[in-house]
């Protein structure tokens, strides 16, 4: 027998706890959960652990900690940014089987999770009284709450209902050293609920959360406008903000999209349509009428070539086809996709994706844009077709400029993908030192062993002295 | 660059305290305090860039001096009294736009604007700040440090859901930015919500970014009067539940303000905005559902009239206090009710400072026990509540002084106390803190204002420390390292 190593032994440990099949070490099977949904940022965790409720995470964090092996939380895997990869040779708690809806309270209107429910899950359990989780990110039938609370998941309706900050009330938060903690409730003091949603499983890890539920609305309208350039688009949905008017949903679709979406699917626009635009309006049914007339009439003043309208659930989810199945239509035309998240102020949209149109072409690839319009919120998808590290690279850095021009026209790096591993260099673009070591600082007095998912989100460096010396850099 | 502005150290100097003017014999306590009679002679210091403002705080964490933060001072100093104070550092001077973009539905302004100053420059645009439109008193900055719950917070939330990114000046006086002025960000940790209603211990505002929302066409309030609180609680729950997308539900139990002199009695509020259409629609949907409620009266605002009632329940802490001394100013009525005629304390016209403001957050489930259970300890005490409840979020805020008005014979209370013994400041403090140290306080109550007596112990402000205070002072102590920043004024002395 050969002596087993200090990680062996800890596995051996979580093994007697949880179960020989709860901990996986077989390189094969790790392979699984070495990326997440961006091609770009694998790393192979040298185990990965699957608890069963708050006091198994609570004993598996204390347990690395104190054998100073660094560890992250993973939900579905459906990140965006690398941000649930094992660095430095840590290992992955997989809170998959953490699946359980513990309460839904139709008179408080929330529901209690633990953080491998499913996004849809959530609704789904609350549609019996008449309720359901606003935030609905585009992977919202795979992804977890607590992967939701990690990256304060947005989606195509938080323009009207907010993104996932402001819909946690509460949450059980298994702190980097093991003690188990409750965040939250109304109780008074700081609001560490918004500094923990959104901090990318960086202080801790949430097991347990408690969710605001919205009463289902009682109508539900959808109109799809085809328009013969994306400027027009674009000015049509600042046209209808200005006018006082807030959609569930404002999302936009490009030309390279509607390609697509026809080559396909077959889906079939007006002839000269170069750009879509989804507007939802829900609420009551008092004064819907007079809403959907005045952003109609706006659409056609602005220059919308045709106008479709969906009253029922099914003509509804033909249009929210085009969207949702955009992604797909664009794996159809091409072998690979990047996608971007910048945001930007609304108002500079058409600048803006002139921008992307020029990066583009100044390096020979192609851009697909679909986003949410009502928030500024865009996703360029760069096509290519071949992986060779010259195209990769040529991806990356045309990724990253795309996101500079999000800056410079005072905006911002990601609207809901996160930092992760992806874009954590980026901030110095951002952000300024002293900007980033005031973060390092909030990581260093709730994660001081820097073990929970380390490396991600502030700049290597960041709050170490060294950050002056970074400056502000271009990316890459 | 120089540690304090000389300028900054003007009019607050020396100000006679006007507790000392006619206190009397029965006002120890107050004044007692030397950190009270202490902070009204406290240097103020008023930067007028950035820069400035963290040159001050830089050089109080070199000499280990402590700064109390402060916009335009017209909120009633919060939390607990500070463990020390050297000097107000107001961000009054600090009242520029940075940004606004009217099409963006964003603004970027400098933490000392005004909020009235910001709304004007937001109508001409058909926009507003929807975390406190109505009540427009105080900065853009003591707002975020108050963590306000304003009238639309069922609708809009408050301003932690509207404030988009900040420019903040944490402890060592290091001035950083986090987040934008873009609705929709994810990079890094969000440190501008970390200040919503931290009180100036995390970093003191220097520029905010907030979103905001445009301004209905129309709007509508229901006025409804309940004989008592408890149908007027069911009557919003009715409402809540209902297929109304109304923009406020409040139950207000204070002075009407229309019937000066009158005893408080419980009105539930209900409010829609939007188009014509929307709004009327709702309005009869609303009818419907309050007719069952059988209340004893029944009015509409529309519009413009709905400002004045707004904006008592923008601001509850003051919108509270300004109903009760309207009512305090009117000539008292004659009681003629049989049953209590002659049983209420006579002349109390209890000093203003007799008064103590409570927040109580709870979920709209528990929300009616736990008001029945604080009011009925309010009586006990001796004391009156008049208060603004928000059932959809499990809110009430209670202004809570002596009675004033008649008490049935069958209150717990022997009313002749009051008649025995002349009602003294030493008297409400006492009262008031048998209510404040009741055991098993809930961690969701806390005293939004009180006199300096009551504010010296912050458990007794707040109440036992939440579950997650260890994790709150890390953020203090990471923010704010060596206690520069109105040092203990938090839960648990943070």
């Known amino acids: ?476 | 660059m120089s540690a304090v502005d000389p300028r900054g150290t003007s009019a607050h100097g020396s100000a006679p305290s006007s507790a000392h003017a006619h206190a009397g014999d029965d006002v120890p306590a107050r004044d007692a305090l030397p950190d009270a009679a202490r902070m009204r002679s406290l240097p103020r210091l008023e930067p007028r860039t950035p820069d400035a403002l963290a040159g001050h705080v830089r050089a109080a964490h070199a000499d280990g001096r402590a700064l109390l933060p402060a916009g335009l001072g017209t909120r009633a100093p919060r939390g607990a009294l500070p463990a020390r104070a050297d000097a107000w550092l107001s961000t009054r001077a600090l009242d520029g736009v940075v940004h606004y973009e009217p099409g963006d539905l964003t603004i970027s302004v400098q933490a000392g604007l005004p909020l009235d100053a910001l709304d004007e420059l937001l109508r001409p645009h058909r926009q507003r700040l929807a975390a406190q439109p109505f009540a427009r008193t105080g900065s853009v900055g003591g707002l975020v440090a108050s963590g306000a719950e304003g009238a639309l917070a069922l609708r809009h939330g408050t301003v932690r859901d509207t404030l988009l990114g900040a420019r903040t000046c944490h402890g060592d006086g290091v001035l950083a930015r986090s987040k934008g002025r873009v609705v929709k960000n994810v990079a890094g940790y969000d440190v501008p919500r970390l200040l919503v209603g931290s009180l100036g211990t995390l970093g003191v505002l220097v520029e905010a970014s907030l979103r905001l929302a445009p301004r209905p066409a129309r709007s509508a309030l229901r006025v409804a009067t309940y004989p008592d609180a408890t149908r007027a609680l069911a009557a919003a729950r009715a409402v809540l539940d209902a297929a109304l997308e109304p923009a406020l539900v409040d139950v207000l139990c204070a002075a009407d303000d229309a019937r000066p002199g009158a005893p408080p009695v419980p009105r539930l509020l209900v409010l829609f905005e939007g188009g014509a259409a929307r709004v009327d629609g709702q309005l009869e949907r609303l009818d419907a559902v309050l007719r069952a409620s059988r209340p004893d009266a029944f009015e509409l605002l529309r519009d413009d009239e709905t400002l004045p009632l707004l904006r008592h329940l923008d601001d509850a802490p003051r919108g509270l206090d300004d109903l009760a001394r309207a009512r305090d100013a009117a000539p008292p009525e004659a009681d003629t009710n049989p049953t209590t005629a002659g049983s209420h304390a006579p002349g109390v016209a209890h000093a203003a400072h007799d008064v103590l403001v409570l927040r109580l957050q709870r979920t709209p489930r528990t929300l009616p026990e736990a008001l029945a259970a604080l009011r009925d300890a309010t009586a006990a005490a001796g004391l009156e509540a008049t208060w603004l409840a928000r059932p959809g979020l499990g809110s009430a805020t209670l202004r809570i002084a002596p009675r004033t008005h008649a008490v049935p014979a069958t209150n717990a209370v022997p009313a002749s106390r009051a008649a025995r013994d002349p009602y003294t400041h030493a008297t409400f403090l006492a009262a008031a803190a048998t209510l404040l140290d009741a055991p098993g306080r809930h961690s969701g109550l806390q005293v939004l204002s009180a006199p300096d007596a009551l504010r010296a112990d912050p458990l007794r402000v707040f109440g036992p420390p939440p579950p997650a205070w260890r994790l709150m002072g890390a953020v203090k102590r990471a923010l704010d390292p060596r206690a520069v920043l109105a040092p203990g004024v938090h839960v648990g002395g943070l």
């Open chain 1, 1 to 476: 027998m050969t002596p087993r190593d200090p990680l062996d032994r800890l596995l051996d440990s979580f093994a007697a706890r949880l179960g020989a099949e709860a901990v996986v070490r077989d390189a094969g099977r790790l392979h699984v959960y070495a990326g997440d949904g961006s091609p770009m940022h694998d790393a192979l965790p040298r185990a990965v652990v699957f608890p069963r409720d708050t006091a198994d995470v609570a004993a598996i964090v204390r347990a690395c900690a104190d054998a100073r092996v660094p560890f992250v939380a993973r939900g579905a895997g459906t990140g965006l940014s690398g941000g649930a990869t094992a660095l430095d040779g840590g290992i992955v708690l997989a809170l998959n089987r953490m699946d359980r809806v513990l309460a839904v309270d139709p008179v408080d209107r929330t529901a209690t999770l633990e953080p491998g429910v499913r996004n849809l899950a959530v609704s789904e359990a609350a549609a019996e009284h008449g309720l359901f989780y606003a935030p609905d990110p585009s992977s919202q039938a795979v992804c977890t709450v607590g992967g939701n609370v990690a990256h304060n998941s947005g989606g195509p309706h938080t323009l009207k209902h907010g993104v996932t900050v402001n819909h946690v009330l509460g949450l059980t938060l298994v702190q980097p050293d093991g003690h188990v903690v409750r965040v939250g409730d109304g109780a008074c003091g700081y609001d560490l609920l918004a500094l923990l949603t959104g901090s990318e499983g960086t202080l801790g890890i949430v097991t347990e959360v408690t969710v605001r539920l919205l009463r289902r609305p009682e109508t539900v309208v959808t109109l799809l406008a085809a328009f013969d350039s994306i400027e027009a688009a674009s000015e049509a949905t600042s046209a209808v903000i200005a006018a006082g008017i807030v959609p569930a949903a404002l999302e936009m679709l490009d030309a390279e999209v509607v390609t697509a979406l026809r080559a396909a699917f077959g889906f079939e626009f007006p002839g000269g349509a170069q750009a879509l635009l989804l507007v939802e309006c829900d609420g009551v049914l008092p004064g819907m009428d007079e809403e959907l007339a005045d952003v109609s009439t706006l659409l056609r003043e602005h220059g919308a070539l045709s106008l479709r309208a969906a009253h029922d659930d099914a003509e509804r989810a033909e249009i929210w086809t085009a969207r949702k199945k955009a992604f797909g239509a664009l794996g159809r035309i091409a072998r690979h996709y990047y996608t971007q998240d910048g945001v930007i102020p609304r108002t500079r949209l058409p600048e803006m994706l002139r921008r992307v149109r020029e990066v583009a072409a100044r390096r020979g690839l192609r851009v697909a844009n679909v986003f949410h319009a009502g928030d500024g919120n865009l996703h360029p998808c760069i096509l290519f077709d071949s992986d060779d590290d010259k195209t990769k690279r040529n991806v990356l850095e045309a990724g990253a400029e795309i996101l500079r021009h999000c800056v410079e026209l005072g905006g911002s790096l990601t609207g809901e993908h996160g930092v992760g591993v992806e874009k954590r260099e980026w901030m110095s673009t951002l952000y300024a030192p002293d900007d980033l070591a005031v973060m390092a600082r909030l990581r260093d007095a709730l994660d001081p062993s820097g073990l929970c998912n380390p490396k991600k989100v502030l700049p290597l460096g960041a709050g170490c002295g060294e950050l002056s010396a970074l400056g502000r850099r271009a990316a890459l």
